[in-house]
């Protein structure tokens, strides 16, 4: 079974109920027979615009954000005001600590803010690192993105 129909089986599973990690996720999509990795499921992941949120069951579950929305880009920097913990410069790279299940959707939303320093942004579970050519890039950085704060 092809990308699509996986990405379509995805949806379907995050829709009818609570997951909070890739791992149950590419379990579950293997149970379906579809043969992932967990690699394979973050990609998918964010190509599908997929964040966590509240959850009512479990403290988090994952998400599909609508694109068919005008505000998205909105919504996105509102969720991101309120998880961002912190903004660090270190040399050409910015940490970004955020609460805890947050770093990935955070991540995505600096990725579609189209910085043009940013060479790469890697997102984990509370903590983001971007990196820049430069040291003076990474100030612009922080600069930008505390300004969206």
Known sequence: MGKNARQKKLVEI???MEIDTQEELARILNENNFNVTQATVSRDIKELN???VSGNVR???YAIIQRNEQNDMEKLIN???GAVVSVTVAQNLVVIKT???NGLSCGTTIDKMKIPEIVGCVGGDDTIIIVTK???DALTVEKTIMEKL
Do not use: R
Request: aromatic share 12%.
């Open 14 to 16: 995050i829709n009818s």
């Open 59 to 61: 403290k988090y579950k």
């Open 99 to 101: 609460l805890v299940g």
């Open 134 to 136: 430069n040291n003076e």
């Open 50 to 52: 997929i964040i966590k």
């Open 79 to 81: 969720l991101f005001k």
